[in-house]
Every structure is written in C-alpha cells, then in structure tokens.
C-alpha cells in the first residue's frame, strides 16, 4: 500500500499507541474524582496539558480540549460570535478556509452575523490592502488558516495581526493551523485563537484543541458540570490527552529536517507530473511541500483516484471534507472552474520514503496512460 493522504489523516503512531494503551489501563480514575485514583488522573492531566502549553510556549490554563479541529472552530467562531454581538456583528474570514468555517460562517450568517470574505493574490497570499479596508469598529472576529488544507498555501499570521490590530485592537484574530502543526513552526502568540486536531499528526483520532489566549473571552458552547475547564465540561478523556501530548512532542521535533526531506519528495513528483500533457500544478510561492495539488483536466479525479485505488495507491480530490465537489482553494487562487472540478490531492509525511514515492510515480503513470486511452487522447 502506498498512503498518500497524510493531510486527510495520519496512523496513530506506535509510540501514541503505546501511550493510549498505557493510560487506559493504569490510570482508571476520573480526574474530577476526590479520591486517590482521582488524583493520579489530574496528576497526569496536568502534565500532559503542561507539556503541550510548553512545546507552543502557551499557559496550560489556555489549552481547551476538544473533539478535533471541527469541534475547536466551532468553539472558536460561535464562542467568540456570542461572547461579543453586543460590541458588533461583523466577521472576516478569507477564501482559503476549510469547509467547516464556512459552515460555521453560514450559522452564524443565519442568526445576524455579517461575514466579509478578504481578498487573496494569485499566490494565494492575503491581499493586506484588502484585510486592511475591511476591518471596521465592529469587527469582532478575523479568522484565517494558517495553512490552507488544498494547496497548502501558508498565510504570514504575524503580518496579518499586525495590519488587523492596527485597526481594531478589539478584533480576535482565530486560525486554523490543523495543517500547520507538525508541518511547520507555528506561533500562537500570533493569533487569540487556534485550533488543531491530533489525527494530522499521527495521534488518535477524536481529540484536539483550541488554544484561546487568557487575554480573551468566548462563551461556551457545551454546559455541563467538571472542574477541568469552563469551556469543555465532563470527564476529560485522559488516554486521549495524554497520547495528544506525545504526538505533539514528536510532531514538532525536527521540523526543519523533515520538511527538506518531503521538499525532496515534493520536487520529485512536481518534476516528473508537469511533464504530462493535460496536467496543471496548482502550487504557489507560499505552497508547503506536504500538500501537493494537481489538475488532470482531461480525466475525472473520482475515476484517477479509484483507479490508483486498485492498485493499493490512495490520494484525495480536494480535502477529505469536501470530496466530490469544486476546489474552492483553487477557484480562490486560479479563478478557474475547469481546473478547480479536476484536483488530486497528494499529501506527503516525515513517513514517507523515496521508494513509495518511485513506486507512487510508476502507477501514477501506468493509470494516467490507460485512462488517457480510455478516452482517446493517445
Ligand atoms: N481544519 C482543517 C484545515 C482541516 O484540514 C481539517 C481536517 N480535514 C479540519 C479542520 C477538521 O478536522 P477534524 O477532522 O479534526 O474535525
């Protein structure tokens, strides 16, 4: 099998495996519980969550655990929304969200919010003028992801602070940075606000969190008793928590080898697909080698992806939240419908090697070939 997905999910690492498996069997109390097994709980929620604050040099008071990203941004955007309608109603978010912030948007749009769409370049990047204009004094809210989840354009969020809070000191800046982290350094003390989720970066699937600056209030979305945290009531999930923490430990080491390394792998496959008649690379200045776009305009993505799929080969078409449908990343960045109907996302990881990459181009060619034919255009 050839996985090539990583930015739709990641395995679960052994190690955070081993970490889950070790957790759920040792240390069987509620962290809210009064007695001694209770306290072992809250000893080493504690330290999970002072391990993960430290590794994104934050408070461990400001880390809220969540469900996944889905579940911060909600948390993030509805949160903020109602926690300051009565300083204003106005929203920013750019065009280069994932599909859950426009969900969200379109929620928040149907109960009186007004949600502003900032302007990009043709690389992708924020137009600052734009941003500039459309902050106002009632602006509670700006969110832009840190790195898109289609093109994987990454946004200059330290800039992007400077020009918003140059307008409105009052604006929350949120971000997205579910496919920053782990891929690359990422600074929380650029936003009030971020969101993330473990299963990017080889941890389980269901947990995450949103960090939200002690500097800031937002309003909870779930209510319920638990002294652990206002904004996330009920029995922390400690196995999950724990093996969080180890993921983002081993997620942010050596970020700067592994990224040279899948820069490498990213370069390999950009040189060899170019050559294809029929093909568009859908990559810009601000592209991060993990994520790699490409156009087949003369054949269906749904069929590509299918056919690599039987030969054990898996991509994505757009993201894995919004298969099937237009890229909006690439309509944002190629204004170009065509193109945007015939994306394949190949998403690469520190765990992949030159020879799933060899074997990945081979087959790649074998089924472009075969489909071409198909169609007659050989
Ligand atoms: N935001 C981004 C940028 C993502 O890539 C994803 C996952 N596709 C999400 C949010 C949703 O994350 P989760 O699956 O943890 O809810």
Same mark, same amino acid.
């Given at each position: 099998m050839i996985y090539l997905d990583y930015s739709a999910t990641t395995p679960i690492s052994y190690d955070v495996l081993d970490t889950y498996n070790k957790v759920s069997k040792e240390f069987i109390g509620n962290a809210n519980s009064l007695h001694s097994l209770g306290l072992k709980s809250a000893n080493l929620l504690e330290s999970a969550t002072k391990q993960i604050a430290d590794i994104f040099g934050v408070?461990?008071?400001?880390?809220?655990? @969540?469900?996944?990203? @889905?579940?911060?941004?909600?948390?993030?955007?509805?949160?903020t929304a109602l926690a300051n309608h009565k300083k204003g109603k106005h929203i920013i978010v750019s065009k280069l969200e994932h599909p859950s912030i426009y969900v969200i948007c379109d929620y928040l749009k149907s109960i009186g919010f007004e949600i502003s769409y900032v302007k990009n370049d043709n690389e992708g990047l924020i137009d600052f003028d734009d941003l500039k204009k459309?902050?106002?004094?009632?602006?509670?809210?700006?969110?832009i992801c840190a790195v898109n989840s289609e093109l994987g354009i990454r946004q200059p969020l330290k800039m992007i602070r400077q020009i918003i809070k140059k307008e409105n000191m009052g604006t929350i800046i949120h971000s997205d940075m579910t496919q920053a982290i782990g891929k690359i350094p990422v600074n929380f003390h650029d936003v009030d606000l971020a969101s993330m989720s473990a299963h990017k970066i080889f941890g389980p699937k269901g947990i995450g969190?949103?960090?939200?600056?002690s500097m800031i209030k937002i309003n909870p979305l779930i209510y319920g008793s638990g002294k652990t945290n206002e904004l996330n009531p009920g029995t922390p999930p400690l196995p999950l928590i724990a093996s969080l923490s180890k993921a983002c430990r081993l997620a942010t080491e050596e970020l700067e080898k592994k990224e040279r390394f899948i820069t490498l792998l990213n370069d390999k496959i950009v040189n060899t697909v170019s050559k294809y008649p029929n093909i568009l690379i859908n990559k810009t200045k601000y592209s991060i080698p993990q994520i790699l776009n490409i156009s087949l305009m003369k054949i269906q993505p749904e069929t590509f992806l299918h056919?690599?799929?039987?030969?054990e080969v898996y991509?994505? @078409?757009?993201?894995?939240?919004?298969?099937?449908?237009?890229?909006?990343?690439v309509i944002a960045v190629y204004n170009d419908i065509p193109r945007a109907k015939h994306t394949i996302r190949i998403s690469l990881s520190s765990v992949t090697t030159t020879d799933e990459v060899?074997?990945?181009? @081979?087959?790649?060619?074998?089924?472009?070939n075969s489909l071409s034919e198909l169609k007659g255009e050989k």
């Open positions: 408070n461990a008071s400001e880390i809220i655990y @969540t469900s996944g990203a @889905t579940e911060a941004n909600n948390m993030a955007l509805i949160g459309l902050v106002r004094n009632d602006t509670i809210l700006v969110s969190f949103l960090y939200k600056s056919a690599l799929e039987k030969k991509v994505s @078409t757009n993201t894995a939240c919004s298969s099937g449908e237009v890229s909006n990343s060899n074997k990945f181009l @081979t087959i790649f060619n074998e089924v472009y």
